[in-house]
């Protein structure tokens, strides 16, 4: 994917987004297909390596997406086993690592709310 100076702007406006300002809708969605927001808490600990304790102290200090994937304290690296497109975008091909990780996150929410198993939504 090649990155334009309009994309690059357009991401710098995503990196700066407070994460405590996006959980409620990745809940919302996931719940909305009858999943839990114990479920959304698990994908985000499974991909970022926070403890529920660190996932809610980064909500409390509304902190933006780009710390909040900085300070995560392990990336899994099975992310990189998450493939497909979200918001236009094959996420695999996606050059800038701290946006593919955001995008590695929606597509998890995305996989969530669409009913898939827990265990294939981790690739366990």
Sequence with gaps: MKLTERALAGWQRVYAM??????????AKAEKKGRTKAEV?????????YT????DGQIAKKTSLQAFFEKAPK?????????????????????????QDIRYLD???DEL??????????RA
């Design 18 to 27: 407070s994460f405590a300002s996006l959980y409620p809708m990745y809940v």
């Design 41 to 49: 808490d698990q994908v985000i600990r499974w991909l970022t390596g």
């Design 52 to 55: 529920q304790k660190g996932i």
């Design 75 to 99: 990336l899994n690296p099975a992310r990189k086993q998450i493939t497909g497109v979200i918001c236009g975008y094959r996420v695999e091909e996606i050059e800038e690592p701290l946006m």
């Design 107 to 109: 597509k998890l929410i």
């Design 113 to 122: 709310a669409k009913g898939r198993p827990m265990e294939k939504v981790l």
